[in-house]
């Protein structure tokens, strides 16, 4: 430590990866061969340790009074963030009201959070199909008994400047290697350079379709904003060409040599969105999502912050991404989700580009069939510009929502005669069929009937699902712990126990023993672990390898399933008495996502509703007013309760090992919290799951009409929060803007 602050000496401000409230000042390094730069990676010693920091700023002083230590040495020769990306870590951490240090760091991939310098990473190798390889997969009858190889050769073949590793693992898993080797040595594939410059000229475009009249309008006025920050709702119903549109539009903005980035939802989408891009658009896109290996990740953003990529694809994380030439934003499915960060930093990608697009003064695209309320109410306030697609380019138009009312209905594992029957109509119609039931496993409850048992996880309060496969095991969805059922019951002694409800693993096995001459896929988190399994299974959908494809929310995500010309819902009536205000808007998304993935292409599709509710004024809005009345309600309940985006919201989490520890804590946080004659206090109370993983958590809710009154109240509160005697004892969080209360 100095004894002493030289009075001529550069103060920096550095954060480094701990959760301090503001950054700490440090002296420059002692070698003086460089002077430190805002941007710049530095060692810096804390404590009894050492630990990477980052320069966000300089000053001429310190305001604290104790003496400073100095930095141990520089880690990079250049900043590695500029200034626009120092000044969108600022806003993080100022509007999300987090740590710094974990605000700042989140903008860097992951390998350049740790003390080592950011050399250049080794490119991931890259492959393409040779000349006799591209004429081979042009011929309809290519490799007729090797259709895995006939596969990645049509994948290669499309992209002529070459494929990466990674993306061919994402697709086709982890045997893909065995599948190029035998390729390779079939003289149809070869190993090439990884591309560095991205022009139109690189590779071949394929042709663009003929637009329809909606689609050229919203072309034509998206195109009107380009140079200048305009965000615009782009409401199109499913299949209605939303992703042309965007195609058009980057393609404007590649030729005035600008970047786009676009975000997807889910990593799923990524691969299908990357094919399309490159073969309409001709250049190599950057793919950049956690399930990127780490060194190819690092290789995009060092791509993207120099200019040398023009086209960046990836989930929620990308909005971070640096762009040295930014044209365009685009958000699809901007009601999703999953752009909502649950951890740590919880940032909202969807806002974050939109502030973004400001910062960086060009267009931001919002895509949705179902938009956010948040996002049509901005555009009834003319916040944002409000494009609309109405119909599909297809000659039929989006298929009609049907009930079916189950109560007097005798069931098969969920299953009603009207929708078995409508299964077996369309399958001898040679038609696919797509059931969304939101529960995975094969029995959401295991009963006791004699006395009424049903089987708890130990550390959540939650039941246990039962899932079959190569043996029984009772799994807690919240913690992910395990449990071997039990063979009577644990309370009685009695058998057997009841199986209650059924997830997608027992619709499986039922509509097998129901079609026995189907071919079945379940796609849910348990039956894609595997690497590439997702992928194939999409791909074989598309393809029509599938007869009946079953699945959660993942089939909600924006998925092109042409073959597609029944949709059934197994269960409505999971979000119509949701505990979150939000449940009855995601249920409505959901229905509608579903629905529109029947009936894409040539032939007209059917939608089947299954509920008990079939008079809830929910799904009959829905039926009568489509998406937008369904909205509209919506909207009008909202005001009147002045719940967003009537109204702004921040959350106060606690969570301790006893549950009156996390009680007592947001007790002492409330009384602490400065006046607001706009704002009002809500709880605390505790969460409405008290007990996950072992801890109690407990959440305080406050409300303001006003985000800026919101704001500067957090502001005040916050470091009052920090000082209270009992905020050690207790793991918190704040969450601006809360997109889950539960």
């Known amino acids: 430590m100095d004894k002493l602050n030289p009075p001529d000496e550069t103060v920096l401000q550095v954060v480094v990866p701990r959760p301090l409230p503001a950054p700490l000042d440090y002296l420059p390094p002692a070698d003086g061969l460089q002077p430190p730069a805002p941007g710049q990676r530095i060692r810096v010693p804390l404590g009894r340790s050492r630990c990477l920091g980052l320069i966000v700023g300089t000053r001429t002083r310190s305001a604290h009074p104790q003496p400073l230590k100095r930095a141990l040495a520089l880690i990079d020769p250049e900043p590695v963030l500029d200034a626009r990306q120092l000044e969108l870590g600022r806003w993080l951490t100022r509007y999300y009201h987090h740590a710094p240090g974990e605000a700042y760091l989140a903008l860097l991939p992951p390998t350049l959070r740790h003390d080592r310098e950011a050399t250049g990473t080794a490119p991931a190798p890259y492959w393409r199909a040779t000349a006799t390889g591209r004429a081979l997969a042009e011929q309809p009858d290519a490799l007729p008994r090797a259709p895995r190889q006939r596969e990645l050769l049509h994948q290669l073949a499309a992209s002529p400047p070459g494929v990466a590793g990674p993306m061919l693992r994402a697709r086709h898993g982890g045997g893909y290697l065995a599948v190029l080797r035998r390729l390779v040595a079939a003289e149809l594939a070869e190993p090439c350079a990884p591309p560095t410059v991205h022009t139109p000229e690189m590779s071949r475009e394929t042709p663009a379709p003929t637009l329809t009249d909606e689609q050229t309008a919203a072309v034509e006025a998206l195109q009107a904003t380009l140079g200048r920050f305009q965000p615009t709702l782009l409401e199109g119903v499913t299949g209605s060409g939303k992703t042309e549109v965007y195609l058009q539009l980057a393609r404007r903005v590649l030729a005035a040599g600008g970047q786009v980035l676009i975000l997807v939802p889910e990593i799923a989408l990524t691969p299908q969105l990357l094919e399309r891009f490159r073969q309409r658009l001709g250049v190599a896109v950057a793919a950049l999502h956690s399930g990127t290996p780490a060194g190819e990740r690092q290789r995009w953003w060092q791509a993207a912050a120099a200019g040398r990529v023009a086209v960046i694809v990836g989930t929620r994380s990308a ?40 910062q960086l003064g060009v267009p931001v695209v919002l895509g949705s069939a179902t938009p956010s309320l948040e996002s049509l109410h901005n555009a009834t306030r003319g916040r944002y510009a409000h494009l609309h697609l109405t119909a599909r380019p297809t000659p039929h138009p989006p298929p009609a929502l049907r009930l079916v009312d189950v109560r007097a209905l005798p069931l098969t594992d969920g299953l009603s005669p009207p929708l078995l029957q409508a299964i077996d109509r369309h399958l001898a119609a040679a038609g696919q069929i797509l059931l969304f039931q939101n529960r995975r496993g094969y ?67 039922t509509l097998a023993d129901c079609f026995p001459q189907a071919r079945i896929a379940r796609l849910d988190r348990d039956s894609t672990r595997r690497a590439g399994t997702l992928a194939q299974l999409l791909t074989a959908a598309r393809q029509g390898e599938i007869d009946i494809l079953i699945g959660t929310q993942m089939l909600a995500k924006g998925h092109d399933f042409p073959r597609v010309t029944l949709a059934g819902v197994i269960d409505a009536d999971h979000g119509l008495f949701g505990a979150d205000f939000r449940a009855g808007e995601r249920m409505g998304q959901l229905i509608v996502q579903v629905a529109g993935r029947a009936g894409r292409a040539a032939s007209a599709g059917e939608v089947l509703i299954q509920t008990h509710h079939p008079t809830h004024p929910l799904l009959q809005t829905l039926l009568a007013g489509g998406y937008p009345g369904f909205a509209a309600a919506l909207l009008a309940e909202r005001e009147a309760a002045c719940w967003p985006p009537f109204s702004h919201l921040a959350l106060l989490r606690a969570e301790a090992s006893r549950p009156a520890q996390a009680l007592a804590f947001l007790t002492a946080a409330a009384e602490v919290l400065p006046s607001a004659p706009t704002a009002q206090l809500l709880g605390p109370v505790p969460a409405p799951m008290e007990r996950r993983q ?19 109240l957090l502001h005040r509160w916050l470091p009052g929060v920090r000082a209270l005697p009992t905020a050690g004892r207790v793991r918190w969080s704040v969450d601006v803007e809360p997109q889950d209360l539960l």
């Open 694 to 712: 072992g801890r109690y958590r407990a959440q305080l809710l406050v409300q303001s009409t006003r985000r800026e009154v919101l704001q500067r």
């Open 319 to 358: 909005v971070l991404t640096p762009l040295a030439r930014p044209g365009l934003i685009i958000v699809d499915e901007e009601h999703d989700g999953a752009y909502k960060q649950q951890d740590g930093l919880r940032y909202h990608a969807r806002d974050v580009a939109v502030w973004r697009a400001r």
């Open 443 to 509: 029995a959401p409850i295991l009963r006791c009937h004699a006395c009424g048992w049903t089987a708890g996880c130990e550390h959540c309060d939650a039941r246990l699902t039962l899932h079959r496969g190569t043996s029984e095991r009772l799994i807690c969805h919240h913690c992910t712990r395990r449990y071997a059922p039990p063979t009577a019951c644990p309370a009685c002694a009695a058998t057997p126990l009841d199986m209650i409800g059924f997830g997608t693993a027992r619709l499986e096995e």
